[in-house]
């Protein structure tokens, strides 16, 4: 689809849900085919804004959101870099900027003094799987024998409050994670011990810090 028809797609999108909250546009529109026929069931959701046009501009839009993530990502590295880094620190290997990392390339930035991985997501208190890669990169920076400083960057403090608290076992975190990372941790801890044990005991140095102390875009 050409540059000019993705951005119709968007504007539609952003006009429809701007026009009244989507619960109530949807509770209208619920309301309004109570009775009705199929025919009239679908002129009346259109009367309301649900056509066929506004589904293929939701379609291409989410085609296209996938990718959100990787841009959220890339940029708060790269906007964080000013604030984290020492004035004659350099980066050392080029940074992972999009979503995961590769066998040469194993944190998302590494420089001649420090190691860092970055999680941008903002806990809204179902996140069961931001759990389990929070874990599983705090597993594996504890585990980096470069000697350089370890950090684990997060948004807000939830994220800190469960590394910190929770009594769930590090070896459920894991159970998603590469089988290499489940094999490094359990061959130098405890595979019993807790989250919050292995934060406070073989992770303890590696800092956890909020972004938003530096990114205001990201603050809660």
Not at 61 to 76: G, P, Y
Not at 120 to 138: C, I
Request: charged share 25%; aromatic share 4%; proline share 4%.
């Amino acid at each position: 689809m050409e540059h000019g028809d993705d951005l119709a797609a968007v504007a539609a999108l952003m006009s429809f849900l701007r026009a009244d909250g989507l619960t109530e546009r949807l509770a209208g529109v619920e309301s309004a085919l109570v009775g009705c026929s199929g025919t009239a069931g679908a002129e009346a959701a259109a009367g309301r804004g649900l056509t066929g046009e506004l589904l293929a501009a939701a379609l291409t839009v989410r085609s296209q959101v996938c990718r959100l993530n990787d841009v959220i990502h890339a940029c708060t590295i790269a906007l964080a870099l000013p604030h984290i880094l020492e004035p004659d620190e350099q980066i050392a290997v080029r940074p992972s900027l999009g979503a995961g990392n590769d066998a040469s390339r194993p944190f998302d930035l590494e420089t001649d003094r420090r190691v860092a991985e970055f999680k941008v997501a903002q806990w809204k208190g179902k996140d069961t799987m931001r759990k389990r890669t929070l874990v599983s990169d705090l597993v594996h920076l504890a585990l980096d024998d470069s000697g350089r400083r370890a950090q684990l960057y997060v948004v807000g403090a939830r994220p800190v409050r469960f590394l910190q608290t929770t009594r769930t076992t590090v070896s459920w975190a894991l159970g998603r994670a590469a089988p290499s990372t489940r094999t490094r941790f359990e061959a130098r801890f405890d595979p019993a011990m807790t989250i919050a044990e292995f934060t406070a005991g073989p992770a303890a140095h590696v800092d956890v810090l909020d972004l938003g102390r530096w990114l205001t875009e990201l603050a809660d």
